[in-house]
């Protein structure tokens, strides 16, 4: 069955650095484009990173553009998100997610992505 899992998530300072992890299983990786999303409670679920199946092309909203990087490994089957100069707004639930990338422009809406991960706690403290 398809599975995503998360890891790598954790407790770090204001301007501390953390790599998370998602592995994927049962399923064509390298079909998909790969997304990261963020949710705190009592808020909609909120796009952070996309990256393309060949992982030539990523997508950032402003919030996190130059301090997030996404990558991914297809013989791995392995998405990755670098997050460098974290802040406390940064502290979310994060989840990985793969969906379809039907044209040129990456997905960034959840409704966008059919498989997604049990999610990976980022709390950043002041």
């Known amino acids: 069955q398809v599975q995503l899992v998360e890891s790598g998530g954790g407790l770090v300072q204001a301007g501390g650095s953390l790599r998370l992890s998602c592995a994927a299983s049962?399923?064509?990786?390298?079909?998909?484009?790969m997304g990261w999303f963020r949710q705190v409670p009592g808020k909609e679920r909120e796009f952070v990173a996309a990256?393309?199946?060949?992982?030539?092309?990523?997508r950032y909203p402003d919030s996190v553009k130059g301090r997030f990087t996404i990558s991914r490994d297809n013989a791995k089957n392995t998405v990755y998100l670098e997050m460098n100069s974290l802040k406390p707004e940064d502290t979310a639930l994060y989840y990985c997610?793969?969906?379809?990338?039907?044209?040129?422009?990456?997905?960034?809406?959840?409704?966008?992505?059919?498989?997604w991960g049990q999610g990976s706690q980022v709390t950043v403290s002041s």
């Open positions: 997610a793969a969906g379809f990338q039907i044209s040129t422009i990456l997905p960034s809406t959840p409704g966008d992505y059919h498989y």
């Open positions: 049962g399923f064509t990786f390298s079909s998909y484009a």
């Open positions: 990256i393309s199946r060949s992982g030539s092309s990523t």
